[in-house]
């Protein structure tokens, strides 16, 4: 079991009266592990990040690092004194020097004259040596976010904040800078916390997911359970694409559904509220053009089609891989191919 490196414990934060933008929030992260915080804009994932940080003082709760604690009741320990390594979105690298001189800056426990043979090491690891000598305005945004993620990791911190360090990026850019800084992140074997608005760039990113609504932490897991067992309407929805329906169970693990029988992932009672995937949902061609789905929408994506399917008046998506082709109009029947996931039980739906 690996130990943890930074551990959050009940933590709000208000900025003005009985209105907290961080709300109880608590989660660990183990060392060598990338965590996510990730949620819709102004849930809170950036004041979770700067508390973690220091740069904002606790209402209440604990936040410990390396076993310290560094925010508690009167303790607050200032950013520079947590061991932490920053990089935001914007880079915030300083303008007049060079990326060696960038990367030196921060290296105060070494003796000066080794500072750049090291700084230079620390910038072959993020594949950005031959740039040593330009300065942040000749380079690109890939390359401004390899020097800044050097200059956080070259103090060697056990661990790194970052704040959106890929929006600033393309699409292209992004993803090769992504893996890259994965891969760094790993050699080095530090920890990092990633705040993202990008359901893709934390389900690729992170090693754990914690998916933040309204100042709280909805749920935390791999990005596997996050995806496909999720535990809320809102992070059903918020991780990608998805069907809800509605049934009523009876404490097994099987309901009836307007299309037939439905696994469901837990023993359910009642009027219950399940998500499925839409591409673990089946279509096929109707047979007999009695109660069945239409077609009423189509989106050719490459590597997979999606269709819209109106069935009793309710609306389905499904993602089904090229070779199954079907026409606007078609009549299809409906198959779901994996369990189905139990979001509420005996609640209405709003
Ligand atoms: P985004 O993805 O848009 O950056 P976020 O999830 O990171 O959003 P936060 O930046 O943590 O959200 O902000 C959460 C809420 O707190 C927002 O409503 C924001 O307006 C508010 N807030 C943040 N900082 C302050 C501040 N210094 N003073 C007052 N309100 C603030």
């Given amino acids: 079991m690996n130990t943890s490196i930074v551990e959050i414990k009940n933590i709000s934060k208000s900025f003005t009266k009985n209105n907290p933008v961080v709300n109880d929030v608590s989660f660990d992260v183990k060392s060598d592990e990338i965590f996510a915080l990730l949620g819709p804009s102004g849930c809170g994932k950036t004041t979770t990040l ?45 303008p007049h020097m060079t990326a060696i001189q960038n990367v030196a800056f921060g290296l105060k426990d070494i003796p000066k004259n080794k500072r750049e043979v090291y700084a230079e090491e620390v910038l072959c690891r993020t594949g950005m040596e031959k740039y040593r000598d330009r300065t942040p305005d000749e380079l690109s945004g890939g390359q401004q976010q390899r020097v800044a993620l050097a200059r956080a990791i070259a103090p060697k911190p056990k661990l790194v904040l970052m704040d959106e360090p ?106 219950i509220l399940c998500s499925i995937r839409p591409e673990h949902l089946g279509i096929s061609k109707a047979e007999i053009e009695d109660d069945c789905g239409t077609i009423i929408g189509r989106e050719f994506r490459g590597h997979d089609i999606t269709y819209y399917v109106l069935f009793r008046g309710d609306r389905y998506i499904v993602h089904t891989d090229n070779r199954d082709i079907f026409e606007l109009d078609d009549k299809v029947i409906m198959k779901p191919l994996e369990k189905a996931i139990v979001l509420e039980q005996n609640k209405a739906i709003q």
């Fill in 166 to 271: 890929f929006s600033g990026l393309d699409a292209m850019l992004r993803d090769s800078t992504r893996k890259e800084v994965r891969a760094v992140l790993k050699k080095s074997g530090m920890s990092a916390i990633l705040v993202t608005h990008d359901q893709e760039e934390a389900l690729s990113f992170a090693d754990r997911i914690a998916v933040m609504n309204n100042g709280k932490i909805e749920q935390i897991g791999t990005p596997e359970e996050v995806y496909y067992q999720p535990k809320t309407q809102f992070v059903a929805q918020f991780l990608g694409r998805t069907n809800l329906f509605r049934a009523y169970a009876n404490g097994g693990k099987e309901v009836d559904t307007q299309f037939g029988e439905v696994l469901i992932n837990k023993n359910a009672e009642g009027l």
């Fill in 50 to 94: 700067r508390l973690i940080a220091g740069f904002e003082y606790a209402d209440s709760g604990s936040i410990t690092i390396q076993n310290k604690i560094v925010e508690q009741d009167k303790i607050h320990v200032l950013p520079q004194e947590r061991g932490v390594g920053f990089v935001f979105q914007d880079y915030a690298l300083f």
